[in-house]
T-cell receptor
Framework: KNEVEQSPQNLTAQEGEFITINCSYS?????LHWLQQHPGGGIVSLFM???GKKKHGRLIATINIQEKHSSLHITASHPRDSAVYIC?????????FGAGTRLTVKP | DGGITQSPKYLFRKEGQNVTLSCEQN?????MYWYRQDPGQGLRLIYY???????QKGDIAEGYSVSREKKESFPLTVTSAQKNPTAFYLC?????????????FGPGTRLLVL
């Protein structure tokens, strides 16, 4: 079993829909990282959080340390949000990545 | 403007040949990382360096080597000892600390060994 599990693996939505991507981890962590990988392969850091909630534009990330769970929400989704979203759990000097959620937003 | 560059974008090599992937950053970051990505799997850490002239093995270092002679540069050599080298390779950097600060990623190099 992977230490970091993401769900769903694949997600297709219509433009404007509210999106939720989930990340569960089995180890204690000091922080969690959400990344976005574009179709060309480039990766952009979205959020790094250790508690509560962070918001940037239409993106919201939440984390529940007790439940070892984090979610990434996208409001008013748009085709340009289509990408692979990756969560990574940071535990001291170790970072473990989920396999990613492939999001496709259709116009 | 600042960022991380990796070259080339695509690289083809014959089996048994060593190949070096370039990674350069002008962000003045101390820490640099090399990751490997395979289809359907999470990124895996190959090597990392927290400071010039120092580097450490990650989870899958076998068959790879690195150097960190300059702060800006962290080249990765895929040797003939790496049994399955075909993959997407990503370089990243952060201001300091191992995984403690936001990492900035390069565009990646896709290596295909024939």
């Amino acid at each position: 079993k992977n230490e970091v599990e993401q769900s769903p693996q694949n997600l297709t939505a219509q433009e404007g829909e509210f999106i939720t991507i989930n990340c569960s981890y089995s180890v204690g962590i000091s922080a969690l990282h959400w990344l976005q990988q574009h179709p060309g392969g480039g990766i952009v850091s979205l959020f790094m959080l250790s508690s509560g909630k962070k918001k940037h534009g239409r993106l919201i990330a939440t984390i529940n340390i007790q439940e070892k769970h984090s979610s990434l929400h996208i409001t008013a989704s748009h085709p340009r949000d289509s990408a692979v979203y990756i969560c990574a759990a940071i535990n001291n000097n170790d970072m473990r990545f989920g396999a990613g959620t492939r999001l496709t937003v259709k116009p | 403007d600042g960022g991380i560059t990796q070259s080339p974008k695509y690289l083809f090599r014959k089996e048994g040949q060593n190949v070096t992937l370039s990674c350069e950053q002008n962000l003045n970051h101390d820490a640099m990382y090399w990751y490997r990505q395979d289809p359907g799997q999470g990124l895996r850490l190959i090597y990392y360096s927290q400071i010039v002239n120092d580097f450490q093995k990650g989870d899958i270092a076998e068959g790879y080597s690195v150097s960190r002679e300059k702060k800006e540069s962290f080249p990765l050599t895929v040797t003939s000892a790496q049994k399955n080298p075909t993959a997407f390779y990503l370089c990243a950097s952060s201001r300091a600390g191992l995984h403690q600060e936001t990492q900035y990623f390069g565009p990646g190099t896709r290596l295909l060994v024939l």
